[in-house]
């Protein structure tokens, strides 16, 4: 569905964000990108999404295909057309607009693809929505607003859905019912899901599949079982000590040369 093979990204031609980077999204798989702040995740799905060009970043070397075309030359509208749609960090709504408008604009991305809107179907899974469908979009809580961010993308009718930090600073029961709704839309529709997370156990959750990135490259990678028993996840990521207690521990507690070689190894 998605692969990236070995790309170098850099930002103003000078400062390089990413270095190397593979990883692939097999079609009707959810994937999960963990990483710190700054790791290069955000970047990553930029440079899937055709975004990077907005902000002065641009992929140098590699091959990036989606639904098997190479697509590094394609317009990020012309990307959702074809089925590819990017919920960025921060929800993005076009907030002076209602909610029901907004999800008419993200309708647009279905011109001459032979689908008709399922507005039903995004109230359905999210029915505060429907009950909010008047209000203007700005008003609405953060919450909310991922909720919508994450129904204009289901309008598109998207064979991948790239998801950017859906849990950022939300409470957990608002969290579950995101997390609940990627997988019911995987299990469902068969909707391919890409998701970037610094919260690794709601991640985990509904993964297939996971990378970790650090530095803008991928070091440790496999399916979800396999990194939740890696000593290092559960204690970087998932809380639990290396004696087994709950204990989270920072990077910084960690000497890096030491974490690279047991991933590395």
Same mark, same amino acid.
């Given at each position: 569905? /998605?692969? $990236?093979?070995?790309?170098?990204?850099?930002?103003?031609?000078?400062?390089?964000?990413?270095?190397?980077?593979?990883?692939?999204?097999?079609?009707?798989? $959810?994937?999960?990108?963990?990483?710190?702040?700054?790791?290069?995740?955000?970047?990553?799905?930029?440079?899937?999404?055709?975004?990077?060009?907005?902000?002065?970043?641009?992929?140098?070397?590699?091959?990036?295909?989606?639904?098997?075309?190479? +697509?590094?030359?394609?317009?990020?509208?012309?990307?959702?057309?074809?089925?590819?749609?990017?919920?960025?960090?921060?929800?993005?709504?076009?907030?002076?607009?209602?909610?029901?408008?907004? /999800? +008419?604009?993200?309708?647009?991305?279905?011109?001459?693809?032979?689908?008709?809107?399922?507005?039903?179907?995004?109230?359905?899974?999210?029915?505060?929505?429907?009950?909010?469908?008047?209000? +203007?979009?700005?008003?609405?809580?953060?919450?909310?607003?991922?909720?919508?961010?994450?129904?204009?993308?289901?309008?598109?009718?998207?064979?991948?859905?790239?998801?950017?930090?859906?849990?950022?600073?939300?409470?957990?029961?608002?969290?579950?019912?995101?997390?609940?709704?990627?997988?019911? /839309?995987?299990?469902?529709?068969?909707? =391919?899901?890409?998701?970037?997370?610094?919260?690794?156990?709601?991640?985990?959750?509904?993964?297939?599949?996971?990378? $970790?990135?650090?530095?803008?490259?991928?070091?440790?990678?496999?399916?979800?079982?396999?990194?939740?028993?890696?000593?290092?996840?559960?204690?970087?990521?998932?809380?639990?000590?290396?004696?087994?207690?709950?204990?989270?521990? =920072?990077?910084?507690?960690?000497?890096?040369?030491?974490?690279?070689?047991?991933?590395?190894?």
């Amino acid at each position: 569905m /998605l692969t $990236i093979e070995n790309i170098e990204v850099s930002y103003y031609h000078t400062v390089q964000a990413l270095r190397g980077l593979s990883l692939e999204v097999p079609k009707g798989k $959810i994937v999960t990108l963990l990483g710190t702040n700054g790791a290069g995740k955000t970047t990553t799905l930029k440079a899937a999404s055709n975004l990077l060009k907005l902000e002065n970043g641009e992929v140098g070397e590699g091959r990036i295909h989606f639904d098997g075309k190479n +697509i590094r030359n394609i317009a990020p509208d012309a990307l959702v057309k074809q089925g590819l749609f990017h919920v960025r960090e921060g929800r993005r709504i076009f907030s002076e607009m209602t909610v029901e408008d907004n /999800l +008419i604009a993200a309708s647009y991305a279905l011109d001459g693809r032979g689908f008709n809107a399922d507005f039903d179907k995004i109230y359905a899974f999210f029915p505060r929505l429907q009950e909010r469908r008047k209000q +203007i979009a700005g008003y609405l809580s953060g919450g909310e607003q991922q909720m919508l961010a994450f129904g204009r993308a289901m309008i598109a009718r998207p064979k991948l859905i790239l998801m950017d930090e859906p849990s950022l600073g939300l409470a957990p029961k608002i969290v579950k019912e995101i997390f609940d709704t990627i997988r019911r /839309l995987n299990t469902e529709d068969g909707t =391919s899901i890409l998701v970037v997370e610094q919260n690794a156990g709601v991640a985990f959750s509904v993964a297939d599949y996971g990378y $970790i990135m650090e530095s803008g490259q991928v070091v440790l990678e496999g399916d979800v079982e396999t990194l939740k028993n890696d000593k290092d996840i559960q204690s970087f990521y998932l809380g639990v000590s290396e004696d087994g207690s709950e204990d989270r521990q =920072s990077f910084r507690d960690v000497k890096h040369y030491k974490r690279r070689k047991r991933w590395l190894s």
